[in-house]
Structures are given as C-alpha cells and as structure tokens.
C-alpha cells in the first residue's frame, strides 16, 4: 500500500453496501462475472479480494489477464479489453470524474460485450460510491480531531462546576479522579501532590473502578513514573500509562497517573491532549483548595485563642471539655452532615462557653437551685456573651445561630427566642443534646454527676419535649456504638482533618 488512506478506502469500498449491490444489480443486466474494484496505489488488489472467485484455480487462470489489463489501461489511460473466447470477456475501465482518476473497475469473465452506454453507466455508479466513502473517511477524521477538543471542553465545563462544589481538598481530588477516569475510559486514576516540606510525592487521590482497597505509596521525586514527570516536567504516554504535571505558574506541584483503558487499546496523543486541559483546571481547583485550607487553619487557631481569652473567667467546671467536642461531632458525623456544617459545629464546639462569658460567679458556684432572677441573668449574659464574636463576622458569622439558640427547647419553651423544633439551627439541636450530656456528666455546686448510663437515660427521657427525636437518636447511636472510643479518648480533642 502506498499510504494508509489508500489502504482505508480499498478496504471500505469492496465491502460497501452500495459496491456489492451496483455488481448485483449490473450482473442481472449483463449477465454473471467477477467484479472487482482497484483504487489508485493498491500494489496487490486481487488478495484482498480473493472471495470473489469461485476456485483458487480460477484465481490462477485470471490473475496475469487482470495485471496485464491494469498495465494497459494505466499506460492509455482509457478503457481496455481481452477476450478468451467469444463468451469470455474482461474488461478493465479507469474510473474518472472531471479528469480526476478514483481507480479501476475489473469485469472478469463476462458472456456478453459491453456497450459504450453500459461502461459509461457502471463509471457512474462507480464514481458514487468512492465519493461516497471518501465523504464518510473525512467525517471520520474530523470526528477523531474535535472529538478530544470537544471533551476538553466539556471537561473544563465539568471541573468548573466541581471547583465551585467543594473547596475541601480531600473532596475535590477524589471528584477530579473520578471526572478522569470517566472521560478518558481508563481503570485507575492517581492524584499525587508535591510535600513542599520533604518534597516527596504524597497520594492524595487513589481511584480504581475494580479495586476500591487500592493503594499508593509515597514516591520520590524521580521515582516511579509520576515521580520523573514531576522531576522533568514532561508527559509520559505508553500503552497503558498516561501521566501528565500539574503545573502551577511554572513551578510543578503534581502529577495526574491513568493506568489501563477499560476497552484495552492503547493511550494515545489525544488522551494526552485531554488529560493535560483536565489537569490545567485540576490545578486551579487544587489552589484554591490549598488556599482555603491555610485560611481555615489561619481561623482555627484564631478560633481557639479566641476562645482561650474569652473562657479564662469561666469557672473550671464550666468549660469546655474534649469529652464535648468528641460527642458533638459524633452526632454530626451520624447524621452524615456536609463538612461546612461539621466545620460549623466544630467552631460552635470550640466557642460554646463564649455565653457564659461575664455570668457572676456566685450564679455560677451556686449550690442552692437558680431563682428567677438568676435565671433572668443568664438568658440576659447569654445574648451579650455571644454577641462578643458578632464584630468578627466572616466564618464566624454561620456559628453565631449555633452558639444563641442552643438552649432552646423543641417544643418551644427555651429561650431566648422560644424557637420550636425545625426553626430551630440544626446545629443548635446537636449541640443542645451533646452540651446537656456533658454537663449531666460533670459535678456542679448544687449536685452530683450522673453516670452514663444515666445521663443517656435523661436525653432520652427528654426526646420530643427538650432535644429533637431525630438528634436523640442518633446521639443514642452514637453511644451504644462509640462508647469506648469516645470516653477513652475523651483527654484526647477532636480534629476536623480526622473526617
């Protein structure tokens, strides 16, 4: 063959619906032969079509008749005839439309001459049918050349909405890798990312459609495939690895690994092309993710000295303990809350004794049961001590609701507002329940604590008319199944980056 696209068409054409049924119908007019097509640059056009003869030995007999005709017919560039006998023809005639040459049609061992009409007819039908599959070749071929740029940019229109759906790291690369293995087709995904400490490469998302246990160890820079992509800067493309840098404002700080397509066939140029728009956008997700994860810790730690300084008038037994954080998270974790309502939760946890900020310490060490009065002053110092994190603003503004309305009632007879059950902030009931367990657990002035199962007993006790059903239950969860955990760990505080 002298080049591929020849090859393609050759191929296309003897099998074409629209060939096999010009000879069939042109046969019952003619009579029964051998027709054979040849396009331009086919050095060997009879293997390819060796069906068409009844017998081997027939392929024998016609093959130097057909060579010798195609040398003619290429030398004279018109049509050409032999004859065996009066009632065996062949006849080879080129193929033209408007001087331009498609190929040549073979008509072996024919009964019957031809006629000057006839000839001109099978060059038409002929001509049709090439121009036919030629349409259906360039189709093809721009298909293949906007397929990869049209799913380039349906992928930038997809990372795009996971960008604005998360900016949690751990959620965002885990999307990336999925959203990568679907558009490319592949078996597994890896996202690795550079430890600008110790500059290893450190597995961040690990997806693999038949292996959900699968796992990646840490990498050197220059290890491995993703470790010399990351190392040089260049894509790796073989048969079944397709790995590409994260490059962000031209320092690397990554690197995207595809392993095995699911059809089997190889990764090729346009995956290449695909992966690396994929990992342009994957790298302003992973950015802004890093971004905002220095300001949450920056809030954190601004959070927890906050609350350092505005605890330290609060009597011991009135603050906030690990054994709190623990329980209340817990709960939130068992309700399958969003990471923004668990980080609220978290800040709410940390913050909570922000309320009792300026109460008076005789309220506070009372041993005796609280008057009206007393009672009066603490919905009163509660509002003012809450208020105090109001000119923060910012995150702060989400946990505010939290810390107010946590000693509301689900029937509606807490304060300060007398909020009844889903008007009150879900993230207030949580912390109703877990605040009111902790304090049963703790020794106050006027009484003694409770035991566990005691203050279990309590919550429940109060489902309905104190604590909402749905939060009850599943704080109950939480205790028959974590019970050890939570109270052996309880000198131990909760981290967010635990979930």
């Known amino acids: 063959m002298k080049n591929p696209y020849q090859e393609e068409l050759f191929a296309k054409l003897i099998e074409h619906p629209s060939w096999k049924e010009e000879s069939r119908i042109l046969s019952t007019i003619i009579g029964a032969a051998i027709w054979l097509i040849v396009p331009l640059g086919i050095e060997d056009p009879i293997k390819a079509q060796l069906k068409e003869f009844d017998t081997p030995d027939q392929e024998k007999e016609f093959r130097p008749i057909i060579t010798s005709l195609l040398n003619e017919v290429k030398k004279k560039e018109n049509i050409q005839k032999f004859s065996l006998t009066d009632q065996r023809h062949f006849y080879c005639l080129p193929i033209k439309r408007k001087e331009e040459l498609y190929g040549y049609v073979l008509v072996c061992d024919l009964e019957n001459t031809l006629s000057e009409t006839f000839i001109k007819l099978i060059n038409s039908y002929t001509c049709t049918t090439i121009e036919s599959i030629q349409k259906e070749l360039e189709v093809a071929k721009l298909y293949e050349t906007i397929r990869p740029k049209t799913i380039a940019l349906s992928t930038v229109h997809t990372v795009s909405r996971i960008i604005s759906s998360t900016l949690e790291l751990d959620e965002l690369l885990p999307r990336i890798a999925r959203l990568s293995l679907q558009v490319l087709r592949a078996r597994r995904c890896c996202i690795m990312l550079v430890d600008k400490y110790n500059r290893n490469l450190i597995p961040h998302a690990v997806v693999d459609v038949q292996n959900k246990n699968v796992k990646q160890k840490i990498l050197k820079i220059g290890e491995g495939v993703p470790g010399k992509v990351v190392k040089n800067g260049n894509a790796i493309v073989s048969a079944k690895v397709l790995c590409v840098p994260l490059v962000a ?16 066939k190889p990764f090729g140029i346009f995956d290449k092309e695909i992966l690396t728009t994929l990992s342009e956008q994957a790298v302003i997700a992973i950015k802004n993710a890093q971004l905002y994860d220095e300001q949450e810790k920056l809030t954190l730690n601004s959070i927890k000295a906050l609350a350092s300084i505005l605890s330290s008038g609060v009597a011991d037994n009135y603050g906030r303990s690990n054994l709190f954080i623990n329980v209340i998270m817990s709960i939130g974790m068992e309700l399958k809350l969003g990471s923004d309502q668990m980080r609220m939760l978290y800040y709410a946890s940390i913050l909570h004794n922000v309320s009792q900020m300026g109460l008076p310490k005789k309220i506070l060490r009372k ?14 110092q509660h509002i003012k001590g809450a208020q105090l994190i109001t000119p923060i603003g910012g ?56 035991s566990i199962s005691q203050a279990v007993s309590e919550i429940v006790h109060s489902s309905g008319e104190q604590f909402d059903p749905v939060i009850v239950d599943a704080f109950v969860r939480v205790i028959k199944r974590s019970k050890n955990k939570i109270f052996k760990n309880k000198g131990k505080a909760w981290s967010w980056k635990k979930m």
């Open 249 to 264: 404002e031209e320092h690397i700080i990554g690197a995207i690994t595809m392993t095995q397509r699911l059809n089997n």
């Open 367 to 380: 041993s005796t049961k609280l008057t009206g009065k007393d009672y009066e002053i603490i919905k009163e």
């Open 395 to 450: 995150r702060l503004k989400a946990v505010l609701p939290i810390i107010i309305h946590h000693h509301e009632r689900y029937d509606g007879n807490g304060y300060p507002s007398g909020l009844r059950g889903d008007d009150i902030p879900l993230g207030a009931r949580v912390l109703a329940v877990a605040d009111s367990f902790e304090a049963m657990l703790s020794t106050r002035p006027y009484r003694r604590k409770l």
